[in-house]
């Protein structure tokens, strides 16, 4: 592991460690990776080493919470959701104190096909605010830190000169009802480096073209 952190360094690229049992999460800590995805079973001594290494935690809420709501519809074996009822209440406690201790969070959500279908960002944001965090405060998991987790903080993650414009406009106010962000019609519009971005389809495919 250490070596795939020093290759990438050499590349100017970061290293997301996908770990859950807190001895993986050490090993991927003393390594240097730059993010742990999921980080369930993290403890206050990994705590102290992301705080030291400024190391961001990805916890993917939202793959847990849609496995465990669709149940087999999910697609998961009964024995994997069972697993995942037993380890939520112990990895969300883990996470707020990881949180509350200073350490950054950014937003993922680790959709794979059925498990948790592409698209659930909105659900992680509200996961964050049910474990605590205030609305702009979820907002930046999936703005500002996630921008640095992926090294592009001096280029996007902010509406600030000299970043690209990458802007999603709502339809009310998400600091006042987060939720809002995953109703019909709560999403505007959406501009990706300045383009207007809310419809990627070409008007020429058609209805057809768009299934």
Known sequence: M????AEARDCDMKVAAHAHATEGIRRALAAGV???EHGSFLDDACIETMLHQGTILVPTLAITDTVI???ARSGARADGIEKMKRAREQKVANVRRAWEAGVRIAMGTDSSGNLCPFGQHARELELCVEMGMAPWQALETATVHAAAALGREDVTGLIAPGHTADVVLVAG??????ELLRRPGGIRAVFKDGQDVTDPWPAALGPEGRR
């Open 69 to 71: 709501r669709n149940g």
């Open 34 to 36: 730059d993010t742990i």
């Open 2 to 5: 250490r070596v795939i952190v």
């Open 173 to 178: 106010n998400p600091l006042e009802d987060i």
